[in-house]
């Protein structure tokens, strides 16, 4: 039974102010039907780990695809670990296409993720001229066929992956649900020709101007399992609202 995932985004957002406010906010909600992530910028993982609490998983928005050395300006996996992230953002397309992150740097970071304990959130999708010419499922297909051949079945477990059309990021405009549902199914579909049970367990969000005004409809897809929420999250009364969708 794959439990629903709501994993806010605060991308480059924030201050040590509005981390206390975001959290305290989520925290003094209680018990939600759903298990929470959030993914603030790198300075604040410390102390939103310290205000998370138990409930509330905290995650970086990217990784070193190295161990340690002479990389200036990069964060490695184990550094994450070791402030209390559990969770870490792979590939996201502001990656791919504003720092040319390619699938097999994906892979990588991926690799070294699931070797430091972390939870990987891989990120995939497609652009509007992509599926304008009919290639998402396609396009879907080649950004995860590397870690579908090179990652274990037990490396799997540690990976929960995020559909995100480009088209839908920050736009306001979102994929409607069954345009959502035809590619998490298509994904599902993929891992199911790898192996039933990894299919079967695996979690795949949504993301792309989700909000709690249809973030209903969205999660109650089949193949949907919660959503991967930008500008949304930074409002907690509006990340609540998807929670509890
Ligand atoms: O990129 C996203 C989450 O990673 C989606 O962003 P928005 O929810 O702001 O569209």
């Known amino acids: 039974m794959r439990r629903t ?14 981390t206390e406010t975001l959290l305290s906010g989520i925290r003094d909600a209680g018990d939600l039907p759903c298990d929470v992530a959030v993914f603030p910028p790198y300075p604040y993982l410390s102390q939103a780990v310290e ?13 070193a695809d190295q161990t340690s050395g002479a990389y200036t ?19 996201h397309s502001e990656r791919r296409t504003l720092y040319g992150e390619t699938d097999d740097v994906v892979l990588r970071k991926t690799r070294l993720a699931i070797d430091c304990g972390l939870t990987a959130v891989v ?10 010419s009919g290639n998402a ?3 879907v297909k080649t950004q995860l066929s590397l870690l579908l051949s090179e ?21 306001g405009e979102t994929a409607t649900p069954e345009q959502a549902q ?16 990894l299919a079967a367990s695996t979690r795949l969000l949504y993301g792309g101007s989700v909000k709690a005004a249809n973030a209903a ?29």
């Open 217 to 245: 409809e969205l999660f109650s897809q089949q193949d949907i399992d919660g959503g991967l929420v930008g500008g949304a999250s930074l409002d907690v009364a509006e990340f609540l609202g998807i929670c509890r969708a």
């Open 73 to 91: 300006g990069e964060v490695a996996c184990d550094m994450l670990s070791d402030v209390g992230a559990s969770m870490v953002i792979i590939g």
């Open 123 to 132: 990120c995939v999708g497609e652009t509007l001229e992509q599926r304008k």
């Open 51 to 63: 205000a998370a609490g138990e409930t509330v998983s905290v995650g970086a928005q990217n990784c």
């Open 182 to 197: 035809a590619v998490h199914a298509h994904i599902r579909a993929l891992l199911a020709a790898r192996n039933e049970s």
């Open 137 to 139: 499922e396609a396009v």
């Open 151 to 171: 990652l274990s079945d037990t490396d799997w477990q540690s990976v929960v992956i995020a559909y995100e059309p480009v088209w839908a990021i920050g736009t």
């Open 5 to 18: 995932l709501v994993a806010g985004n605060w991308k480059m957002n924030a201050s040590r102010a509005q």
